[in-house]
């Protein structure tokens, strides 16, 4: 499969100690405090259907203090300013996530799909992409985080016969399709992510 040379070929090249570097920031997120873990959830909040480099200089600019207790407005001009979408719902679904502050607390006993279910149950603007995202940013290994890029190489690969709409059965079903690839390569579905994003985009993001 073109997709799996493709991947070896990053394997042997400079590509790989970048993602072994992102992958050592991930595990060392188990250590920060919950503050910095609902950073990482608004982060992921902002992703949805919205490009990650500009959610990403939204939380460079914001912070967790930003994230944690300005006001709506401010949240939602930062939006705006960084031409990011959806500014208005993004900044809603931030601050009503705030009751949630304490999330790595809530999470830490729970296994990554029981983690995943809740995230999706209780924050807005969470789906399972985004929930898988943010599982993903802060330790867990073993989750896929299904968004354009991944699928579509999928698509392009013949993995996926077709783009299908990503209902809860749909998006498991392609999870476990994406688990057996990343077992083929001997590898996470986390190390999977990065480098199949690499080949899609030419960015190691997060």
């Not at 070896?8 to 595990?27: A, M, T, Y």
């Not at 300013?81 to 790595?104: G, L």
């Given at each position: 499969?073109?997709?799996?040379r493709?991947i070896n070929e990053l394997?042997?090249?400079?590509?790989k100690?970048?993602?072994?570097?992102?992958?050592k920031?991930f595990?060392?997120f188990k250590?920060?405090p919950?503050?910095?873990w609902?950073?990482?959830?608004c982060?992921?909040?902002?992703?949805a259907?919205?490009?990650?480099v500009?959610?990403l200089?939204?939380?460079?600019?914001?912070g967790a203090?930003?994230?944690?207790?300005?006001?709506f407005?401010?949240?939602?001009?930062?939006?705006?300013?960084?031409?990011?979408?959806f500014?208005n719902?993004?900044?809603?679904?931030?601050?009503?996530?705030r009751?949630?502050v304490?999330?790595k607390?809530?999470?830490?006993?729970?296994k990554?799909t029981?983690?995943?279910?809740?995230?999706?149950?209780?924050i807005?603007g969470?789906?399972?992409?985004?929930?898988?995202h943010?599982?993903?940013?802060?330790?867990?290994?073993?989750?896929?985080?299904?968004?354009r890029?991944?699928i579509n190489?999928?698509h392009?690969?013949r993995?996926?016969?077709?783009?299908?709409?990503?209902?809860?059965?749909?998006?498991?079903k392609?999870?476990?399709?994406?688990?057996?690839?990343?077992?083929?390569?001997?590898?996470?579905?986390?190390?999977?992510?990065?480098y199949m994003?690499?080949?899609?985009t030419?960015?190691?993001?997060?």
């Amino acid at each position: 499969m073109k997709l799996i040379r493709n991947i070896n070929e990053l394997r042997e090249s400079r590509v790989k100690s970048i993602v072994k570097k992102r992958l050592k920031e991930f595990e060392s997120f188990k250590n920060k405090p919950s503050k910095e873990w609902f950073s990482e959830l608004c982060f992921c909040i902002l992703t949805a259907n919205s490009k990650a480099v500009t959610a990403l200089q939204i939380q460079k600019e914001l912070g967790a203090k930003g994230f944690c207790s300005y006001y709506f407005r401010d949240i939602r001009n930062s939006i705006k300013k960084n031409k990011h979408r959806f500014h208005n719902n993004k900044a809603k679904y931030i601050t009503e996530a705030r009751c949630h502050v304490d999330i790595k607390q809530k999470l830490k006993s729970m296994k990554d799909t029981e983690a995943r279910e809740w995230l999706i149950k209780n924050i807005k603007g969470v789906g399972y992409k985004e929930a898988s995202h943010f599982l993903r940013n802060v330790g867990c290994k073993n989750l896929a985080i299904l968004d354009r890029h991944i699928i579509n190489l999928m698509h392009e690969n013949r993995i996926l016969k077709q783009k299908p709409n990503l209902t809860k059965k749909n998006y498991l079903k392609i999870e476990e399709k994406f688990k057996n690839l990343a077992v083929r390569l001997s590898m996470s579905p986390a190390e999977l992510d990065l480098y199949m994003w690499y080949l899609k985009t030419g960015n190691v993001l997060k």
